[in-house]
C-alpha cells in the first residue's frame, strides 16, 4: 500500500474534475484525481472549430465501437469518448444545453429527493460563467464560461427566417422556462477557446498542495475488503499502484468506462463476471444496463454560392484563421461550427419537445484543402436532427478481464417500436425548415438523403444506413431504489461503503439536449453533498 489520501477521484471529465477540484478547496483533505490519458496540451484541443478533427482522432481520445447493430443492418457504431485531462469536455463539440426542465422533476419523481429542477438550478447557476450575467437562470462568476455564437458567416439570419416561416418560433433562452424554438447556439467557450473541465477546474486547483493529479494512469480495479471500496489499484508507466482512500473514492469514468471498472472490481451480475474472468464480489444486476444514447442522422445541403465556414478551409485562409484565433481569440476558429438549436413538439399534446435540430453552416464532414492538389470542398449546410424521448436500452459488459481491453458496448439503436419512426419524422421536419424562404433562395440542392428519397420506407432505409451516436452515453449505472439501480440519491454504490459513481452513468433517464453541462451540475452537486456530510 502506498500513501493514503482521502477522497480518489477516478476519471477527469466533465464531472470528475468538477468533485475533485471542489474537495480539495477544503486545504484539511486531501484529493487524488487519476486520469487514464496524457494532458490536454494540443492545440486543437483548445480550438473550437477543430472538435470533429479531435473527437475523431486519436488527440486524447478512446476510440470505442459498439457491437454489430441490428436496428442498423449489423453495422458497428464509432463512439468515441475522452481521453485526457477534461475527459470528454476536452473534445466535444461544447453545446451548452442543460436539457428540459421536466427531465429532472421526472428524476425527482422516480423517488429521488433532490434531484428535480428546482434542487439542481442552484447548481447550474453555480458551474456557470453565462454572457447575460448573473440572474434567475443563470450565474455569473462560476468557472466555465457560457457564449454565444455570433457572426456573419454563421448565416443565422436566413436560418431564423426560415424557421420562423416553417411556423418554428424564437427562443431566446432553451435553458430557462421553456426550450421549444430556434436559439443561437450557446457553447462552453471562453475567450475563443474551449471552456472545458481541466480548463475551467483542474487548472486554477493546480496550486494546491492537497490535490495530486495523476495522468497516464489506467484503473485496473477498486479494492474491496469487507463490503467496503478501500483502495484504488491502477498503472502508470508500467508500475502498478495500490493507493488506499481514508473516506472515499468516486467513480467517474463516464458511461462506459464506470460500469466496467466496477465489473473489473467484482461488482455486477456474477455470471457475466466469472464468464469474463472475474470473481464476483458484490451482486448488482443493474451494473452496465440501461445504457441511453442519442441517435442523430444528417440532413445536408449545397449552398448555391461560397457562403458558411466552408470557405475558410481553404488552407491559405485557414492559415490565416487560425493565426488570428491563436492571437486574439477571435475569427471563424473561434466558432464551434454550430449555428442554432432547434428543439420542437411534433404533434399536439408533448408536454415537451420531442425533436433536437443543431444547425451547422459546414458540412458534417469538411475538411481542409489545398487548391491544385485536393478537391475543392463544396460550401454547404448541414442539420444534425434526433429523437429525443428514446426507449430503446443497451448494455456495457466486460470484453475479458484485462483493463486494457475496451469494453463490450451494445446501444440497441432502434431495438424499439417508435424510435425509428420518431427519427425519420425528426428527419422530414428539418426538410421543411430548410425548404422555407429565404433559406431556400441559397441551397442547390440537398445531398443528404437527397430529394429522390421521399417516402417514409426510403427514409427509414437512409437512417438505418447512416445514423450515428450523438454520443451523448449515459443510464448504465443509474440512481434509483429498483432492482437495476446502481446507485442511491446520494450517488453512493448500493451494498458498497466508501463508494460513489458520478458521471451520466448515473441518470435515470437522458436530459433531452446534451448531457455535458448535466455532467458538471452532477459534479458541483456531489461535491457539495460531501461538504454537507
Known sequence: MERAYDYIVIGSGSTGAVVAARLSEDPDVSVLLLEAGPRDRHPLQVMPLA??????????????????????????????????????????AMIAVRGNRRDFDDWAARGLPGWGFEDVLPFFKKLESHWRGEGPWHGGDGPIAISRMEGPDLLWEPLLAAAEAAGIPYCDDPNAAEQDGISRMESNVANGRRASTARAYLRPAAHRSNLTVATNALVTRIVLRSGRAEAVEFVQGGQLHTVPATNEIILSAGAYGSPQILMLSGIGRPDELREAGIEPLHELSGVGRNLADHPVVVNEYELRRDKGLTRYLRLDRAAIAAARWYMSGAGPFAYTGTVANIFLRSQEGLDRPDMHMMCLPLSSDAQMWLPGLQRRQTARLSVRTGYLPLKSRGWVRLRSADPRDPPRIFTNTFGEPGDLEGTVRSLQLSREIYGQSPLSELIARECMPGAELSSDAELAEYVRQNAASRAHPACSCKMGTDDDAVVDASLRVHGIAGLRVADASVMPSLPRGNPNLACMMIGEKLADMMRQG
Open 51 to 92: 472538435f470533429a478533427r479531435v473527437a475523431l482522432g486519436n488527440i486524447g481520445t478512446w476510440q470505442f465501437e459498439s457491437e454489430p447493430e441490428p436496428g442498423l443492418h449489423g453495422r458497428k457504431l464509432g463512439l468515441p469518448r475522452g481521453r485526457t485531462l477534461g475527459g470528454t469536455s476536452s473534445i466535444n
